[in-house]
């Protein structure tokens, strides 16, 4: 299973803020993610960390604390191109204190199949979800998390649309062998990860990677 790490700190950053947007927030409720950058009311950097999680550290423009949203879906991309997008899975929320940062780990999936995994030395710009189903789908995962390995290859058939034999490669490492359990193993995954979809109401026979899969 996956999860989302907070650890929060008493260090002092100071950071300029954002410009500020408009329909600016009330102050006190909470803030999105986006919106909070938007309006200078808050500073954040992320960074990659492999396939399957964003680091990231986030701290309050001004007095008093302050309530963060990391909505489902929201898409994180490298600054530099050629590598993986990250698609968080689920939200998260944030309380920080006044002159705290927040240090977290957020749960991803990949979003560009074939290309190299994010690392610590990509900057990840935060970006609101692309694509409404992969909201939907991060969403059903707040109430029903599965391994990570499924979400990865649902949020693929979803950003990519790939054949089956494109997440072969990505099975083997998960499931690797030859053998009768190690097929029943990658089978079942790609069973699981159809469900899933199911359940955030998309129809898996709509992507590629699905077409012709027995569900049971």
Do not use: K
Request: with cysteine; hydrophobic share 50%.
């Amino acid at each position: 299973m996956w999860r989302n790490v907070i650890l929060v700190g008493m260090l002092v950053c100071l950071v300029l803020p954002a410009a500020a947007g408009e329909g600016a927030a009330v102050p006190g409720a909470p803030i999105d993610l986006l919106t909070g950058l938007r309006e200078g009311r808050l500073f954040a950097q992320f960074r990659g960390a492999g396939g399957s999680s964003v680091t990231g550290v986030l701290g309050g423009v001004g007095a008093g604390p302050l309530q963060v949203q990391i909505p489902s879906g929201t898409q994180f991309m490298a600054q530099l191109p050629g590598r993986q997008g990250m698609s968080t899975l689920g939200s998260l929320n944030l309380n920080i204190g006044e002159g705290q940062l927040a240090h977290v780990s957020i749960a991803t999936a990949c979003t560009a199949l074939g290309l190299p995994e994010p690392t610590p030395e990509d900057v990840m710009i935060p970006m609101p979800c692309p694509d409404a189903r992969l909201a939907r789908v991060a969403a059903v995962l707040d109430l029903q998390p599965v391994a990570h390995p499924v979400a990865q290859v649902a949020v693929w058939a979803i950003s990519d649309n790939p054949p089956a034999n494109a997440v072969q490669p990505y099975l083997m490492t998960q499931a690797p062998g030859f053998n009768l359990a190690a097929y029943a193993q990658r089978r079942g995954i790609m069973q699981q990860a159809a469900g899933l979809l199911q359940v955030a109401g998309l129809q898996p026979a709509a992507f590629r990677m699905f077409m012709g899969l027995r569900l049971r």
